[in-house]
C-alpha cells in the first residue's frame, strides 16, 4: 500500500486556485511558502542522515520555497548551501531568498553534496530546461547520496507527466499539497521516485484520485454461485485470449464464469462452454459481459459483437472488438459499459488528440459514455461524469501478450459483483497490478490470471 492510495490528484490550475482560497481566507504566499519551506526542511534533515545539503533554487516560488527550506536546515545545525539558476522574481520568492543569510553559488560553480534538495521549477516549468540549468542538475544528482525534488522533478511538466529534456531521475518527490499528474503519469513519475504529499495548509478536492486497495466483499454464508457474480465471456477467433479472461474472472472470485461459443468440454471444468446465442446472453444471472479477448477484426465478427451490444447486460469490451466501433456506437448502446483500450486501440477508437492522458481518457469517457480504462505503463480510468482514477506504478514485467484479456476477465468478474462501473474498473486494474507486484519478474499471462486468487485473498 502506498501513501498515495486513494488521495486527490489536482492539476497546476487547481492546485493554484486552492492556494487562492486559502489566500482569501487570510493566508498569504509568503505564509504558505514558510510552510511549505519547514515542512521540506524537517523531512529532509530525517531523511538526510545529518549528511551535507545542497538546495538548488530558481526564480520562482519553487526557488522560494528552497531559500525557506535552506534557512531552515541552518537553523537546525545542518551543513546546507545553496545554488541558484537565477535570481528569485516574485515578492514571496524575494522576501525568501532574504531570509537566508548564507552566499548563493552558481549552478555550474556548485560542488556536490550528499543530500540534494531541488527547488529549481515546480508546476510553473513553461519550457524545456536550458543546457545551462540541465547539465549541473544531472551532475550534482548524479554526485549525490539522495535527491529530494520539491513538489516535481525540475523539468517535468507537472499537468501531462512529459518530461522537458534530459531530466535526472530522483530518490523522493515531495508533492505540495496534492498528488500532481505527473506523479502518476509517464514518464515523469519514473522519475520522481518515492513520492510523498506533503501537507502545506491547504485544502485541496478534486474527482481525480489515485488508486486505492477495493472494497470488494468476501463471500458469506448467504453466498452462492451465482450471487457472487457470473460473467460471460464471448469467445472468438483466437481461443486463448478469452480462456485468459474467462481464467482471470474465475480467479478474481465470479462465482460462475461462462465462456460463449465454446462446447466441448475441457479443464478446466469449472468453466462452463455454452453456444453463443440471443438467450445465452440474455440470462439475467449475468452480472457481466466479456468481449473482445482474441475475438478477431474481421467483418464475420460483427455478429457477436451486435449480439453483445444488444443485449441489456453491463458490457465490457476490450481489444479487437474496439477496433470494430465508433464512440458513438457505444453512447447509442446506453447502460453500463467499460472499455479497455490500450494507446494503440484507443488511438483508433477516439483519435490520437492532445493533451494529457488523463484529458484524453476523460474525453473519451464524456464521448462514449463509457467507464474507459487507457492502459498501459500507466492506467487512468475515466467515467463519463468526469471522475478519475489514476494507477501509476506498475510492474514493467506486464508487458507480455495476453495480461490485457486478463484485466479484462478480472473487471469483469468485479462488474458482474455488483459494483458500480468506475469502481469495477478501479479493482479489476488494482487486483492485476496487486498480482503483477506479486510475480516480481517474467511471468506468463496465464499465471497472471492465476495470481489474481493471492491478490483477492487479501481484500
Ligand atoms: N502559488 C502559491 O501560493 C504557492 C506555490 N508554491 C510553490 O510554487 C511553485 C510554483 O511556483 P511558480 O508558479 O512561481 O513557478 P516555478 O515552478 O517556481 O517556476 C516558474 C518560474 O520559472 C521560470 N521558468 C519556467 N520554466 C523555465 C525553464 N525551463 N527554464 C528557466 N526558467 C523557467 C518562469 O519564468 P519565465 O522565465 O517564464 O518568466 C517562472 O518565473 C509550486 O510548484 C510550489 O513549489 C508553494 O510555495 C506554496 C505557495
Ligand atoms: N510497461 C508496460 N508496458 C505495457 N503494458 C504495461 C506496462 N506496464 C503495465 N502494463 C499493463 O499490461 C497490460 C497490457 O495489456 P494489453 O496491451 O491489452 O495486452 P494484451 O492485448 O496482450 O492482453 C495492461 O493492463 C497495461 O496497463
Ligand atoms: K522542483
Known amino acids: 500500500?502506498?501513501?498515495?492510495?486513494?488521495?486527490?490528484?489536482?492539476?497546476?490550475?487547481?492546485?493554484?486556485?486552492?492556494e487562492q482560497l486559502a489566500i482569501e481566507r487570510g493566508s498569504s504566499v509568503a505564509a504558505l511558502m514558510d510552510h511549505v519551506g519547514r515542512?521540506?526542511?524537517?523531512?529532509?534533515?530525517?531523511?538526510?542522515?545529518?549528511?551535507?545539503?545542497?538546495?538548488?533554487?530558481?526564480?520562482?516560488?519553487?526557488?522560494?520555497?528552497?531559500?525557506?527550506?535552506?534557512?531552515?536546515?541552518?537553523?537546525?545545525?545542518?551543513?546546507?548551501?545553496?545554488?541558484?539558476?537565477?535570481?528569485?522574481?516574485?515578492?514571496?520568492?524575494?522576501?525568501?531568498?532574504?531570509?537566508?543569510?548564507?552566499?548563493?553559488?552558481?549552478?555550474?560553480?556548485?560542488?556536490?553534496?550528499?543530500v540534494l534538495v531541488d527547488a529549481l521549477f515546480g508546476t510553473g516549468l513553461n519550457r524545456a530546461l536550458d543546457d545551462a540549468v540541465a547539465a549541473p542538475l544531472r551532475r550534482l544528482v548524479e554526485g549525490a547520496r539522495l535527491s529530494v525534488a520539491v513538489d516535481v522533478p525540475s523539468g517535468v511538466q507537472a499537468d501531462t507527466g512529459e518530461v522537458l529534456g534530459p531530466v535526472p531521475a530522483m530518490a523522493v518527490t515531495l508533492a505540495l499539497g496534492a498528488a500532481k499528474p505527473a506523479h502518476l503519469l509517464q514518464p515523469a513519475a519514473r522519475l520522481c521516485g518515492t513520492v510523498r504529499v506533503l501537507d502545506i495548509g491547504v485544502t485541496v478536492d478534486s474527482d481525480a484520485r489515485v488508486i486505492a486497495r477495493p472494497t470488494w466483499t468476501r463471500p458469506g454464508p448467504d453466498s452462492?454461485?451465482?450471487?457472487?457474480?457470473?460473467?460471460?465471456?464471448?469467445?472468438?477467433?483466437?481461443?486463448?485470449?478469452?480462456?485468459?479472461?474467462?481464467?482471470?474472472?474465475?480467479?478474481?472470485?465470479?462465482?460462475?464464469v461462462v465462456l460463449l461459443g465454446a462446447?466441448?468440454?475441457?479443464?478446466?471444468?469449472?468453466?462452463?462452454?455454452?453456444?453463443?446465442?440471443?438467450?445465452?446472453?440474455?440470462?439475467?444471472?449475468?452480472?457481466?459481459?466479456?468481449?473482445?479477448?482474441?475475438?478477431?477484426?474481421?467483418?464475420?465478427?460483427?455478429?457477436?459483437?451486435?449480439?453483445?451490444?444488444?443485449?441489456?447486460?453491463?458490457?465490457?469490451?476490450?481489444?479487437?472488438?474496439?477496433?470494430?466501433l465508433t464512440p458513438e456506437r457505444i453512447a447509442a448502446r446506453g447502460g453500463t459499459t467499460i472499455l479497455t483500450p490500450h494507446a494503440g486501440e484507443f488511438d483508433a477508437l477516439f483519435g490520437a488528440g492532445d493533451g494529457s492522458k488523463l484529458d484524453r481518457a476523460r474525453d473519451a469517457a464524456t464521448r462514449s459514455g463509457a467507464v474507459v480504462v487507457f492502459k498501459g505503463p500507466d492506467t487512468v480510468i475515466a467515467a463519463p461524469d468526469g471522475r478519475a482514477i489514476l494507477a501509476g506504478d506498475a510492474n514493467d514485467w506486464l508487458s507480455t501478450a495476453g495480461t490485457g484479456d486478463v484485466l479484462t476477465g478480472a473487471i469483469g468478474a468485479a462488474l458482474s459483483s455488483g459494483m458500480p462501473a468506475l469502481d469495477a474498473a478501479a479493482a479489476g486494474v488494482w487486483l492485476h497490478g496487486e498480482a503483477a507486484r506479486r510475480l516480481g519478474a517474467a511471468f506468463i499471462a496465464d499465471e497472471l490470471a492465476v495470481a489474481l486468487k493471492h491478490a483477492r485473498g487479501m481484500l
Open 263 to 324: 462446447s466441448m468440454p475441457e479443464a478446466p471444468y469449472a468453466l462452463v462452454r455454452k453456444p453463443l446465442t440471443d438467450d445465452a446472453l440474455d440470462d439475467p444471472r449475468i452480472g457481466a459481459v466479456v468481449i473482445g479477448p482474441g475475438l478477431g477484426r474481421d467483418e464475420g465478427m460483427r455478429e457477436p459483437l451486435d449480439q453483445a451490444l444488444a443485449s441489456d447486460r453491463p458490457l465490457v469490451i476490450d481489444g479487437d472488438a474496439l477496433r470494430l
Open 1 to 18: 500500500m502506498s501513501p498515495l492510495d486513494g488521495r486527490p490528484v489536482v492539476t497546476a490550475a487547481q492546485m493554484r486556485a486552492a
Open 224 to 256: 452462492h454461485k451465482f450471487n457472487r457474480g457470473m460473467v460471460a465471456v464471448v469467445r472468438g477467433r483466437m481461443a486463448g485470449a478469452a480462456h485468459l479472461a474467462a481464467t482471470a474472472a474465475m480467479h478474481a472470485g465470479a462465482g460462475y
Open 39 to 114: 515542512a521540506v526542511a524537517e523531512v529532509v534533515r530525517r531523511i538526510g542522515g545529518g549528511g551535507d545539503v545542497l538546495v538548488l533554487c530558481g526564480s520562482g516560488n519553487n526557488g522560494g520555497d528552497g531559500y525557506v527550506a535552506a534557512a531552515a536546515l541552518k537553523a537546525a545545525g545542518i551543513a546546507v548551501r545553496v545554488a541558484a539558476s537565477s535570481p528569485p522574481r516574485g515578492e514571496a520568492a524575494i522576501a525568501a531568498r532574504a531570509g537566508w543569510d548564507g552566499a548563493v553559488e552558481t549552478l555550474a560553480d556548485a560542488a556536490p553534496a550528499s
